[in-house]
């Protein structure tokens, strides 16, 4: 007798069928059937097709229909009975009492039996079963196992309850697909009830309400691997759609998930003392809801606790990942991230994030923000490359700890900290191509950077401003615009080591200087450069305008000032003597001048304090003095080849100015 697809394999009713069509069968006999006794008794004739090879690849003929590999042939497929306690069997359509050559027609009716009995194994035959289960206490130890998820289908059509719930058991669930639930899956908490566990296997979690699969509860472990979780949508306006949902202090441990079209987040964690441990990760196309709102791959809050390995999240229409409130924390690692309109990353209001072997690839959107009080970023060897409009911003007294990035490509300032209390640890750091600059410190923040380098843009390089500190060790500019690095408006900027080497003249504010401090009669400004190599620029190597605290020690500025007359070293308007040990002033000292086409030092209306310089291969004077009018001549410790404020002025071109720098963008 023929048997019906959907109780025997082929549940999509796509079954094949070689040899004559099916209203040609014979009696009692299939086509394929008739086709394999024939092959049996008279061989293969030439030319006539196999009847195995008619299955695609990765499929097995079962009786009259092709069936996927995993699935089996027969009606259990390839699973075994419990080999320690009681099996049951369920086959669709059948109306025995459980047995194998009697099978249950519905999975309740198998669990009803299951209650009496402690343990034991429920084999789930290919078929749509329209059903709601619910595990209590009595099904502590019990296990339902599917022949295969395409072939098993357990529907909840579609009303407002779960497909699938667990409540104060330990159970086991493997190869079933689960569907039209409200939510598909929830494994919750009973007060007063023991702590459950649902361990899910190769399970395909589908067009459901709410949530896919959602935990919640002191006590509820969600251990689930190799399956899928899709196709979720809000159940009401007020609440988004969540692929997979831990809350109010559950546990999730994954493997090899994958979450996909989900309106809403695909991986939510909220709540203190909720935590997920996912090792193997996929979430994509993770989609706004009707209002525009949310969009998100992973929103850790309230608390919660996110674990992420081995993670390729795919482009969500809002934000990649999210981690929010105190004490909750994102652990990402070994992982792909592609951006979406949105911010990248966000930790805020005290969230922490970690990000460690994380390829970050940015879209126009900005990318990653670190705000607000507590809040926190450790990330380490990870690409961040795209036009972003910002790729790092830390502001609002929150601190980033990074090491090993690279950035390329942002369109606008790659990397901005502001705010006072706001601090950052940056260690060999790559920053390429910024469309506005590489790092800017402004508004209070305090930047500790070592090995940090800046390669082209359209900016100046490094950039204090408004009581903003950098401290940058062994750093490196190559080819920033207008200036390789800035001290502007009560900023300061302190260097030690590293290289500035050929910045480019902006097209509309000229420039093309190493180091330039801009400072005003308050003399909060302060730059200061020790030992390091200041070369090939073609405006003035280093200038200082205006007060502040300017110092220049035991650095070597070359081959620079070709681009017309500047000279290696300008002081202009107003700069001062040194005073004190720590300024404010101007101090030049110890340092090699050398390959220069024109003067060494020019003070334009400027003196500053001399001491302890060498200079080699100067095209000019080695001191040359200005508008003297209403300063004194600079202090020098030795006698230098200058003009003493004799001869025509050098023409120099444009004021040294740039724009004030815009604030951190906040929430």
């Not at 039209?180 to 007063?192: F, K």
């Not at 401003?465 to 060790?473: F, I, M, P, V």
């Not at 207008?482 to 097209?507: C, E, I, N, T």
């Not at 007359?565 to 110890?590: C, K, N, R």
Request: proline share 5%.
């Amino acid at each position: 007798m023929d048997t019906d697809a959907t109780s025997q394999g082929g549940g999509d009713g796509s079954s094949r069928v070689l040899g004559t069509p099916s209203s040609h069968r014979l009696r009692g006999m299939g086509a394929r059937s008739l086709l394999l006794l024939l092959v049996v008794l008279l061989g293969c004739p030439e030319g006539l097709p196999d009847p195995v090879s008619a299955c695609a690849d990765g499929e097995l003929l079962d009786g009259d229909a092709c069936v996927p590999a995993d699935c089996g042939l027969g009606p259990w497929g390839d699973v075994a009975p419990d080999p320690e306690g009681t099996t049951w069997y369920v086959l669709a359509g059948s109306s025995g009492d459980g047995t194998a050559d009697a099978p249950f027609g519905a999975i309740s009716s198998a669990m009803e039996a299951a209650a009496e009995v402690p343990g034991g194994r429920i084999v789930i035959g290919a078929g749509r079963y329209p059903e709601r289960l619910s595990f209590s206490r009595a099904h502590d130890g019990l296990e339902l196992h599917g022949r295969c998820t395409e072939l098993v289908t357990l529907d909840g059509e579609g009303l407002a309850a779960a497909t699938l719930s667990v409540f104060a058991s330990q159970v086991v669930v493997r190869s079933i697909t689960i569907t039209g639930g409200r939510p598909g899956v929830i494994a919750g908490q009973v007060p007063g009830a023991p702590g459950l566990v649902l361990r899910g296997n190769d399970l395909v979690i589908a067009t459901n309400g709410g949530y896919g699969v959602l935990a919640t509860g002191s006590g509820v472990l969600l251990d689930l691997a190799e399956s899928v979780i899709e196709d979720v949508r809000p159940t009401n306006e007020l609440s988004p759609g969540r692929g997979l949902g831990v809350e109010q202090g559950a546990r999730l441990i994954g493997v090899g998930l994958t979450v996909r079209d989900v309106a809403g987040v695909g991986v939510q964690v909220a709540q203190v003392d909720s935590d997920a441990e996912i090792d193997g990760l996929t979430v994509d196309a993770i989609i706004a809801q009707d209002d525009g709102s949310l969009g998100r791959d992973l929103h850790v809050e309230e608390g919660g606790t996110l674990v992420v390995r081995n993670a390729a999240l795919g482009a969500p229409e809002e934000h990649a990942v999210v981690v929010e409130g105190g004490s909750s924390s994102l652990d990402l690692s070994d992982a792909t991230v592609a951006c979406g309109a949105s911010w990248c990353g966000r930790a805020i209001g005290g969230g922490s994030l970690t990000a460690k072997r994380v390829a970050w690839t940015l879209t126009p959107g900005p990318g990653i923000q670190v705000h607000g009080a507590f809040s926190f970023a450790d990330l380490g060897d990870s690409t961040l490359i795209g036009p972003s409009a910002g790729i790092l911003t830390v502001e609002e007294g929150a601190a980033l700890l990074a090491e090993g990035l690279s950035l390329d490509g942002a369109a606008g300032q790659a990397v901005h900290v502001a705010g006072f209390g706001t601090l950052a640890d940056l260690t060999d750091i790559d920053i390429g191509r910024p469309g506005l600059g590489g790092l800017l410190v402004t508004d209070g923040a305090e930047v500790d950077a070592d090995d940090v380098s800046v390669t082209e843009g359209g900016g100046p390089g490094l950039l204090a401003a408004r009581d903003g500190e950098l401290e940058c060790t062994a750093c490196q500019v190559d080819g920033a615009v207008f200036a390789s690095v800035l001290a502007m408006s009560a900023g300061v900027v302190r260097l030690d080591g590293g290289s500035l080497r050929a910045s480019v003249p902006h097209p509309e504010r000229g420039g093309g200087v190493g180091i330039l401090g801009i400072g005003d009669t308050s003399a909060d400004t302060t730059l200061q450069a020790d030992d390091t190599t200041i070369t090939g620029h073609p405006h003035a190597g280093v200038a200082f305008r205006g007060g502040g605290t300017w110092r220049l020690a035991g650095a070597i500025v070359e081959a620079s000032g070709g681009g017309g007359m500047a000279p290696g070293l300008l002081a202009a308007d107003g700069t001062g003597y040194w005073q004190e040990s720590a300024g404010p002033g101007l101090f030049v000292f110890g340092n090699t001048f050398r390959q220069l086409p024109n003067d060494a030092l020019l003070f334009d209306a400027a003196t500053g304090t001399l001491s302890g310089n060498s200079f080699e291969q100067i095209g000019q004077l080695q001191l040359y003095t200005q508008n003297c009018e209403s300063v004194a001549p600079p202090q020098a410790a030795e006698q230098l080849v200058t003009n003493d404020c004799a001869g025509p002025a050098r023409e120099l071109g444009l004021t040294l100015s740039w724009p004030e720098p815009s604030g951190p963008p906040g929430l």
